[in-house]
């Protein structure tokens, strides 16, 4: 990315924070709130995603069977089932239903796949009358914008925003206002579409084989009435939407809703099984009984392909078909909270699981606008009902993007760029980044001069106008000598006999920069009897995948694997303080590495205040540590990996044995998230995010700020100027 | 082991949240009961149950101008389900689909014997009744609603109030 296009990013982001962000930030983030109530209800929760995730595995496994049986099934009820390849297929078959029927006008609910292929277009072009029934897409319909939401639509849009809209656009006797107000105009003025509409359209969530019943799962009823009303009804959905039976629909129902809006279940699941047994309801035939004729109604289902079949074969980017549209990755994403799908998302879909959509259906031209917005923190990881890897897919279509070659980057400096993965690759931007570990090394071989040198002004220009490292950014300072090399030189003080070993994982950032948090981990771990080596070992590999340079994360894997195996194998723990990195371990090296060579490492790493906490458990004593003095109070900002992995209540606990009172932030993430933050089209996207941790952490009063993860440290010292400690600092025995 | 009674109760608790008003009544007393209930003019889908009626005033067989007017609709739910108050709604030639979507109020009755624990019983429930029929059905829980025009709001495009008269 050239500097005049990161500045154009920047302006667009700048723009919709300005424009959209707080109606954005307002509603998802009530809907993920929704969602940790609801599902903290559900006994079940667990079991219900393994289920799920079950039934969508082996339903894209035995896809093209689906098919077949629920086209059969359809046909034998009386329906039509059309399989279109693309859009434009898609779209001249409906024109063509319509056309048939004589149609002047169709009435639609709420449909992504229908958005997808852009039928409203298409059909307004061939002189059907489309208006959309969904309460949010009607909003927009009326305002000529896209969605920004895939289940919201109209997320980005405030009360008054509407109210503004259709005051001007409808000038009401008296201006509406509430929005029950805004709510009855809608109905009324949609009742009267749908009385008059000749087609009813629809999108499907569930189709299901054996009986040819789809699910749709709505809350405002237009999808009855659109179904109910006119006697035929067009059905569109993506080839993925097959599963085999209607009980399979059970944990899809108890899951979608509190995984999407936070509601246990929204107000009407529709089970149709078309053409179904209800009578339309004539208007034009205002008297005669609806139940007096014979039920004679049409029915269509566009089973659409459009690059799906391709994706099921493509082993990194299937598990996006396993998708169910609840929109809980993008609720839970700290960066969509603050822009919103029209920053965060691409032709059709957004959120964190558009990058699959988009690659797969529109290509990666258009994942690659937005691709950039996943930082890879997790956190939707756990939020998705069927378990799918979302930052991995990201960081698959990021490495796709990197091959294809040169978003324009500056050859003037490519030679300062270290370890370039190959010479068409990456643009500079990302190289940088993903090679930290190389200026690392010469950074801390070259500090203080390096230091100084990256805090002065032209340096700071030349970085930001070559790399787009922003220049209000503090640049973090090298450290003369690394923690590896402390932890060699110093006098022995393992304990005698210890109760445990260790090799303590020297991450690029605590060898290189932030060396003090190592030494206070080293002297925790002795106090608490355990005998602590610190291995010389690469990086983890983490800013090279984050930047979709997964070759060179292999390479790093495996020479950290070689760097603590022979630890490994003489009975030492790894522990490792960088809780991104025990992600890595944990669960991408099962993708980088050798099934063996990963479980081995995974089974047996840990994060440093975990594994506290189990010393702690195993009768290690409080006292060896530094405890409270008194009413001392921590607020503590875990990092968002960690909380994905579950590992955030250790850190509390610990605290908490130590006689500190603990507040916790609950912001899915501090904004930074590795070198997110640092690049200049996206600084002020990461401040936003960070803002709402800032004010949680003021608020909290406490005697002590501290964060596990360096990039949280580094945002929350930009934030609240000064830097925080990490927790094992707090702790240190020799403080 | 839940009783009889215990699903009734968590049947009511959880519609009671979405603010589903419920009446309990005995067949005899049904047409009674649901007179009380209804605002008229009223249109209604008849009851599948052989014991249960519904009263004069409740006309069935609705012509469009008639749903229109309509303030309530009576129809019956095939089953219900006590852990999230929802009651099955089938779709039938009767018409029990509109007369329960058009109306601003919706009385659905139903029999306390229909009443299933769960969804994971409700839905065997339904697969085996689809498989035998290729019926269609609506999962239907609490009133309809939208919170896409800045906060929620009952009544979107179906009922406002939903009134469930279940029969011991
Ligand atoms: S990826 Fe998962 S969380 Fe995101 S919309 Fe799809 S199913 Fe929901």
């Known amino acids: 990315m050239s500097s005049e296009s990161r500045a154009a990013k920047a302006a667009q982001i700048r723009h919709l924070l300005d424009t959209e962000g707080d109606a954005v930030a307002t509603n998802t983030r009530g809907f993920n709130r929704g969602r940790y109530d609801s599902v903290a209800d559900l006994e079940e929760y667990q079991g219900l995603k393994d289920e799920a995730r079950a039934i969508k595995e082996d339903a894209i496994e035995r896809l093209p069977e689906l098919i077949d049986e629920l086209t059969e099934t359809i046909e034998e009820n009386g329906g039509t089932v059309y399989i279109a390849d693309d859009a434009a297929d898609a779209n001249e078959y409906v024109a063509e239903v319509c056309a048939e029927r004589d149609a002047d006008r169709l009435v639609k609910s709420k449909s992504m796949t229908s958005e997808e292929i852009e039928v409203n277009e298409h059909l307004d072009r061939e002189g059907v009358d489309v208006v959309e029934t969904d309460l949010g897409e009607w909003v927009l319909q009326v305002a000529e914008e896209a969605p920004s939401h895939i289940v919201a639509p109209a997320i980005h849009k405030s009360r008054q925003d509407i109210a503004d809209l259709f005051n001007e656009r409808f000038d009401p006797d008296e201006p509406l206002e509430t929005a029950e107000e805004l709510t009855m105009f809608a109905r009324e003025k949609l009742l009267a579409r749908i009385k008059e509409a000749d087609v009813g359209m629809t999108g499907a969530n569930f189709l299901a084989a054996e009986t040819g019943t789809m699910a749709l799962v709505t809350s405002e009823g237009n999808a009855r009435k659109t179904v109910t009303v006119p006697d035929t009804h067009i059905a569109v959905a993506g080839v993925e939407k097959v599963i085999p039976t209607v009980e399979d629909l059970r944990p899809f129902v108890e899951l979608i809703g509190r995984s999407g809006t936070g509601q246990d279940i929204t107000s009407y699941i529709s089970l149709f099984t078309p053409p179904i047994d209800s009578p339309a309801v004539d208007f034009d035939d205002p008297d005669t009984p609806i139940t007096d004729g014979e039920i004679d109604r049409e029915f269509h289902l566009v089973l659409i392909d459009n690059g799906r079949l391709s994706m099921r074969e493509d082993d990194d980017l299937r598990e996006t078909l396993y998708c169910i549209r609840c929109s809980a990755c993008s609720n839970t994403c700290a960066n969509f909270q603050s822009v919103g799908g029209h920053a965060f998302g691409g032709e059709t879909y957004s959120g964190g699981i558009a990058t699959g959509w988009e690659a797969g259906i529109e290509g990666l031209d258009t994942a690659a606008e937005f691709n950039d917005l996943c930082t890879g923190c997790s956190r939707c990881v756990e939020a998705c009902p069927v378990g799918i890897d979302i930052p991995w897919i990201n960081t698959v279509v990021r490495d796709r993007i990197n091959e294809t070659g040169d978003d324009g980057f500056d050859f003037l400096v490519d030679g300062l760029t270290p370890d370039a993965e190959d010479e068409s690759s990456p643009t500079l931007q990302k190289r940088v980044f993903g090679n930290f570990e190389t200026l690392a090394k010469l950074g801390s071989a070259t500090a203080p001069v390096s230091n100084w040198l990256g805090r002065s002004r032209p340096v700071g220009w030349l970085l930001e106008e070559s790399l787009g490292v922003d220049r209000r950014r503090e640049l973090p300072a090298f450290r003369r000598e690394t923690l590896v090399e402390w932890a060699d030189r110093r006098d022995e003080t393992t304990p005698a006999d210890p109760e445990r070993r260790v090799a303590l994982y020297p991450d690029v950032y605590t060898n290189y920069m932030l060396v003090e948090r190592g030494k206070a981990a080293v002297r925790a771990l002795e106090a608490l009897g355990v005998a602590v080596e610190v291995p010389a070992a690469p990086g983890t590999g983490r800013p090279p995948l984050s930047q979709g340079m997964i070759d060179t994360a292999r390479a790093k894997a495996e020479g950290v694997v070689e760097a603590l195996e022979p630890h490994l194998e003489q009975g030492r723990d790894v522990v490792v303080i960088e809780p991104s990195d025990l992600a890595m371990f944990a669960t991408d090296y099962e993708r980088l590495l050798e099934p063996e060579s990963h479980r081995r490492l995974a089974d047996h790493s840990y994060e440093l205040l975990e594994y506290v906490y189990g010393l702690l458990e195993n009768g290690g004593s409080p006292d060896a540590l530094s405890v409270a003095d008194g009413e001392e109070r921590v607020a503590y900002h875990s990092h968002c990996q960690q909380r994905t992995m579950s590992l955030e209540a250790h850190t509390v606990a610990v605290f908490e044995e130590c006689g500190y009172d603990v507040t916790t932030s609950d912001v899915e993430c501090c904004g930074m998230a590795g070198s997110f933050g640092y690049k200049t089209q996206y600084y002020d996207l990461s401040m936003d995010v960070g803002e709402p941790l800032a004010g949680q952490l003021r608020d909290a009063d406490a005697d002590h700020v501290v964060a596990s993860g360096t990039s949280c440290t580094d945002q929350i010292g930009d934030l609240l100027g000064v830097e925080p400690p990490h927790p094992i600092e707090l702790l240190d025995p020799g403080r | ?168």
């Open chain 2, 1 to 168: 082991m839940m009783t009889r009674s215990d699903t009734y109760d968590r049947f009511a608790e959880s519609a009671g949240e979405y603010g589903v008003e419920l009446t309990r009544t005995t067949a005899e007393s049904l047409p009674g009961t649901i007179e009380s209930v209804i605002t008229t003019p009223v249109v209604g889908a008849p009851l599948p149950w052989d014991d249960c009626s519904l009263p004069e005033p409740v006309p069935t067989d609705p012509s469009p101008a008639e749903l229109d007017a309509a303030v309530t609709g009576v129809s019956a739910a095939s089953l219900a389900v006590a852990d999230y108050g929802s009651v099955v709604l089938e779709a039938t030639p009767g018409g029990g689909e509109p007369v329960s979507l058009f109306p601003d109020e919706h009385v659905v009755v139903l029999r306390e014997d229909d009443i299933v624990p769960d969804m994971e019983t409700a839905f065997e429930w339904l697969d085996e009744q689809f498989r035998d029929t290729g019926g269609s059905a609506i999962v239907a829980t609490g009133p309809s609603a939208t919170a896409d025009m800045g906060s929620l709001v009952k009544g979107a495009h179906g009922p406002k109030e939903v009134h469930a008269v279940v029969v011991t």
